[in-house]
């Protein structure tokens, strides 16, 4: 089985995803630089980045070649680069990730996953996020950024226009608005109540009331709850058990 994995395509997310899952067992560290475990190959993640630019659009591919390039994978790249402290210089275009990053910004005001997509909760926070971790947010439109998140509110979050309020986008669009200091738009008893419609009592979080929950909304709309604030008053009313809450880290790192 070992021979088998070395074998696999060496992968953007799986990087940032195994580097998150580390940096998060590092309970007793309190610097980023103490979190980033010993036996990451910094160079390596760095030959991995260069390699997974797309030389004409400026975006990130999940692997070397692929043709799957978007936003989530410029998150990852520019996450990578905060978390490890790796050298500007030696990981990516920056100049040419952020003008694509930017080219993602719709009409409406949101960031769609590609030049020319509808704007999307999950998309905008990566564009967002990309963007607040190189320091370039006030490169964007930042009026209509606010205005398209503003509209996303209700009593849940809604990831696009017209559509109904998801609980995974407690966590898309609840992370976009910290980010941005725009927290305290949100009605958190509005936000509760609605989670507590999405809530398996003791289990977990469907997508919408009256759905069963499942593994992936679980994990959003708990991190979502940590990140919005709204933790005290949902684990009330959904029976949710706070210690499950409170396993979930800070983005104080990020």
């Known amino acids: 089985a070992g021979a088998d994995v070395?074998?696999?395509?060496?992968?953007?997310?799986?990087?940032f995803s195994s580097v998150s899952i580390a940096m998060s067992h590092s309970k007793n560290s309190t610097t980023r630089s103490e979190l980033i475990p010993d036996h990451v190959d910094k160079a390596q993640v760095c030959a991995l980045l260069r390699k997974c630019q797309n030389s004409v659009l400026g975006s990130m591919s999940s692997f070397p070649g692929s043709p799957e390039c978007d936003l989530r994978f410029s998150f990852c790249a520019c996450a990578l680069r905060k978390y490890l402290d790796l050298d500007p210089c030696e990981c990516f275009d920056e100049d040419a990730l952020v003008s694509n990053v930017l080219k993602?910004?719709?009409?409406?005001?949101?960031?769609?996953?590609?030049?020319?997509?509808?704007?999307?909760?999950?998309?905008?926070?990566?564009?967002?996020?990309?963007?607040?971790?190189?320091?370039?947010?006030?490169?964007?439109?930042?009026?209509g950024l606010r205005r398209w998140l503003a509209k996303r509110l209700g009593a849940g979050f809604s990831g696009r226009a017209n559509k109904p309020p998801d609980s995974c986008y407690t966590f898309w669009v609840g992370a976009t608005l910290k980010a941005?200091?725009?927290?305290?738009?949100?009605?958190?008893?509005?936000?509760?109540?609605?989670?507590?419609?999405?809530?398996?009592?003791?289990?977990g979080f469907g997508k919408c009331p009256g759905d069963g929950f499942d593994m992936l909304?679980?994990?959003?709309?708990?991190?979502?709850?940590?990140?919005?604030?709204?933790?005290p008053c949902v684990a009330h009313r959904t029976e949710i058990n706070p210690e499950m809450v409170a396993i979930y880290p800070s983005n104080q790192h990020l």
Do not use: W
């Open 6 to 15: 070395l074998q696999h395509q060496l992968n953007l997310a799986m990087t």
């Open 104 to 143: 993602c910004q719709s009409y409406e005001g949101g960031f769609g996953l590609r030049p020319g997509a509808e704007a999307h909760g999950g998309a905008t926070f990566c564009a967002v996020m990309c963007l607040t971790i190189l320091e370039r947010i006030r490169e964007c439109n930042e009026a």
């Open 180 to 203: 941005l200091s725009m927290i305290d738009l949100i009605n958190k008893q509005a936000l509760a109540e609605f989670l507590q419609q999405c809530a398996a009592p003791g289990l």
């Open 217 to 231: 909304h679980t994990h959003m709309a708990i991190l979502g709850i940590v990140i919005t604030g709204v933790a």
